[in-house]
Nanobody, 121 residues
Framework: QVQLVESGGGLVQGGGSLSLYCAASGRLFGFSIDVMGWYRQAPGKQRELVAAITISNRADYADSVKGRFTISRDNARNAVSLQMNSLQPEDTAVYYC?????????????WGQGTQVTVSS
């Protein structure tokens, strides 16, 4: 079993910055964390991809956060970070860490418990 533990988040004024951090732990020996990423879900809306990064550090971003958010990962610590700058009220949501873990043909997707990000206008 794999656990994802998130930290960061909180309340910030519009235009401000926040950083999120997520570390994976558990039965990871022999497994590869192919992709780590961040999703978010605002009230009344579907969960959406914010940013994801592969084990080879290829990053993808939602159009709405390009140029403002930066995702990075530390493979040695099985961790992923999200630096969020120029935050806007529409970025308010619960942010979830995600990891896709594989070992040969076996593949699993794991989620963190979520962390609230609130941006005031």
């Amino acid at each position: 079993q794999v656990q994802l533990v998130e930290s960061g988040g909180g309340l910030v004024q519009g235009g401000g910055s926040l950083s999120l951090y997520c570390a994976a732990s558990g039965r990871l020996f022999g497994f590869s964390i192919d992709v780590m990423g961040w999703y978010r879900q605002a009230p009344g809306k579907q969960r959406e991809l914010v940013a994801a990064i592969t084990i080879s550090n290829r990053a993808d971003y939602a159009d709405s956060v390009k140029g403002r958010f930066t995702i990075s990962r530390d493979n040695a610590r099985n961790a992923v970070s999200l630096q969020m700058n120029s935050l806007q009220p529409e970025d308010t949501a619960v942010y979830y860490c995600n990891a896709v873990v594989t070992r040969g043909p076996v593949r699993g997707t794991y989620w963190g418990q979520g962390t609230q990000v609130t941006v005031s206008s």
